[in-house]
């Protein structure tokens, strides 16, 4: 890093060599991360006031643990995304592989139809899935867990063409020659499908599937609409916190989820990475 | 690829579970809107279904359509700051060599995984009354009162609750939308043609225009449809950085089924987002097969 300014001769298409660009690139990440710094920083500042550093502490992540309306609201998201996260990979996963390896009428509708959930604006979607669930009369007054069945439907809908996206890309370099191998020996087709085309598949089904986890963690709008009164999730917690600041606590809650967050995103980054290296 | 008919058994087996989910629950829910945004309120809960267009025809209100008009300016402005920041970023990306470009991939993907919610209370913790740009005016402030200036007493600056933050939001927030398009476009770019734009005496501010930003033509047009339909539909950035009359399209929208409790006008709002949606992609499209014959026409 320090030699980033550094001038050295360079080729014309060497574009990385110029300054000019450096300290644009730098510019622009310093914009992308100084408000998450200021927010991770300030988790651990000893004071209930944002303006003043006070010193360190970690009394802000102990209330995050003792507040039982986060723990509560925490505990739901990460159920929400579990089950959010294990519907969406089957489903995404069985999709993704009838797209690469079928032909079949209606299919270019279906193909399109299924990037709707990717391209259409949250808010469309928030509020079909607020008519469907009034309109259909679902029960509202569900016990937990139950009660976040509706949310998590909302999610899977959302996050499963994601998934499919993930692994058909993943497909595009399979040989197919090696499940026509494994049916000319005798294999069932849907053990061909489990014990070949599967296992292939299986860096963008880990992909698809921290993806999705990411996805439910993250979505507030459509669960704003889909949430029966009384179920509360992470972000819809943050969001009511963040109209009442109080001190670090949102900080400290925001951490946990970035560095949750982090861990996710480099181990789907070397995931993808990995079939270049093979080829 | 398989005709489905020559393996029916499996091709059911995968193809029936994930289609009848996405039928149920996405389909049939926006089949839904788009029939109540034809409905007409019945007394407080009920809707009746009459085929009316006045929902669509409430739409060009003024008030309305200034909200809509507002949502696309707001957009506009921040796709287009988008792209200027982003283009170097994806070129620089695009000629890095892989290690700084996988350092870069991950430096851009981080926030973009990050959650909507803390990002945006990160940014109001920046631009917030006692938010970081106040500190620094105030530390400037204090230095100068200090120096023996009479300065007053010191306000802090209002950054948040108006446009230009909602703007600067969308910014923050949609950046690496743009920044990954461009560079998935610029990456497949043949150099050779930029290295023969250089050798024929053409600048590196010729080049880019006239080559580079051409040929980059389908991913741009990819960039700006990624940018511009969440800017356009945000809930998130207006509700938590606008003040209260600085209304976008989705807060709009939110009111219909909240306070107001016009589901059918909501309904037809929500359509209409979904309409330039579909344009929006259509046009993407366009783009993308003009653009394919430029980079094969040589």
Redesign the interface.
Known sequence: MKNIFKREPRA?????KSLR??A??LG??I??????F??IA?SFNDSK???EWKGFTLKWYQKVFENDGIREALANSILIAIACTLVSV???T??G??L??????MKGI?ES??N??I???????G??????FS?IHWPNDLPWPLNLAQIT??H??FA?PFV?VVVRARLENFNQELESAALDLGAS??RA?MDIIVPHMAPGIIAGALLAF?LS??D??ITF?ASGPGTVTF?IK??SM?RFPNGGL??AA?TI??VL??I???IA?RLQ?QPKKNT | ????YE?K???W???L???I??VI??????A??WI?SFGENNGLIDVEITGTFKNYKHVFDRDVLQVLWQSIIMATIATLVCLV??F??A??M????DK?K?W????????F??????????????M?A???I??GL?GIHNFLLGAGLDVGTFEPKQLLYNKTAIIIGLI?VH??FMVLPLYAALDKLD?SL??AS?DLGAGHGETLFRIIVPLALPGIAAGIVITF??A?????TPD?LGGPNDLMI?SL??RQ?KRAND?PF??AL??L??YI?LIF?ALRSYFEAKGGKVSTGH
Do not use: H
């Open positions: 014309p298409l060497e574009y990385t660009l450096r644009w690139i622009v990440l914009f992308l991360y100084t408000p998450l200021i927010l300030f006031r944002m303006i089957i489903l995404g069985l999709i592989f009838v690469w390896r079928f032909k079949f009428p279906l139809g299924l709707l959930p391209v259409v604006p949250e808010i469309c979607m509020v079909g899935v607020l008519m469907f309109k439907i909302a899977i809908t499963f499919a087709q849907w499908f990411t963690l993250d507030f709008v609409f972000p943050v969001y963040v949102i900080n925001s989820i970035i967050t982090i996710a995103t480099v980054m990475e | 690829m398989q005709n489905w393996n058994r499996f091709f087996g995968t193809m579970a994930p289609t989910w996405f629950f996405f389909v049939m829910p926006m839904l809107v109540y920041l982003a170097p970023v070129i620089a695009t000629f890095a060599d700084t996988s870069l991939l991950l430096l851009i993907m981080l926030p995984w990050t959650n909507l919610l803390i990002r945006t209370y990160a940014l109001i913790s920046v917030g006692q938010g970081l106040n500190m105030l923050y950046l690496p150099r930029i290295e250089l339909i969440p356009m539909g945000a809930y998130l938590l989705a929208i939110e089924f589901w909501g309904a929500s359509f987002l979904m949606t992609f």
